[in-house]
């Protein structure tokens, strides 16, 4: 059976529209690092990068291979991480020109390093002109304890579901462990007009 992030991890992914406390595990991506406007070209060719090495590692035994521990499995979707720079942080209205992110893929657990030169490898040969590549790199992650709750709508109007984030932590006596945030997008936002966006914030915390 294919394993379906949005049913078999739903509670990870697919959050209710308020605030929960959620204790996550540790979890492999494909990430890449960036700054500046998410609007940009360079943002898209980042998440490109991202998609063609995820469905490379996905596809491989439609080409002959297949790796050790291999399951049928829905690709999963983007994620970010994001700061801003420290002048950033002082002016009054936000300037996406100084933002800074990672942006990420995770990846089930039989990827090791070995696999992901291989899917390096067959997208190099496959999409000669994809940039980037030598920019992604394998790695692990673990948010442990977080609050988590799904926004509706446009990525400008978050702050209004940061704010219930921070309240709900005040109020579970809780604390902040980074006020960089993880974002998962769980539809696209080129074919999404902004009402129907999708996605899950996360920050991680700490009991007080």
């Not at 829905?74 to 100084?98: A, H, M, N, Q, R």
């Not at 002109?129 to 400008?156: A, I, N, P, W």
């Not at 704010?163 to 539809?187: D, G, P, Q, V």
Request: one cysteine or more; hydrophobic letters at 35%.
């Amino acid at each position: 059976m294919k394993h379906e992030w949005r049913k078999a991890e739903k509670n990870i992914y697919i959050p209710k529209s308020k605030p929960t406390l959620i204790e996550l595990p540790e979890q492999k991506f494909f990430m890449i690092d960036g700054s500046g406007d998410p609007n940009g070209e360079l943002f898209a060719k980042h998440i490109e990068v991202l998609y063609a090495l995820s469905y490379a590692i996905r596809m491989m035994p439609k080409s002959g291979f297949t790796p050790d521990g291999y399951f049928e499995y829905t690709v999963y979707p983007l994620e970010g991480i994001w700061d801003i720079s420290d002048d950033g942080k002082s002016d009054d209205v936000l300037d996406k020109s100084k933002l800074i992110y990672t942006l990420m893929i995770r990846q089930p657990d039989f990827v090791t390093q070995e696999l992901f030169e291989k899917a390096l490898s067959i997208v190099k040969k496959k999409k000669k002109s994809l940039e980037f590549l030598d920019k992604v790199r394998l790695s692990t992650m673990c948010d442990g304890l977080s609050v988590q709750m799904l926004h509706l709508g446009s990525y400008d109007n978050e702050p209004e579901s940061f704010s219930a984030m921070k309240l709900f932590i005040e109020e579970h006596n809780l604390e902040i462990l980074t006020m960089k945030h993880r974002e998962i997008y769980l539809n696209d936002a080129r074919k999404t007009i902004p009402e129907k966006l999708k996605t899950t914030l996360r920050y991680r915390v700490k009991k007080l």
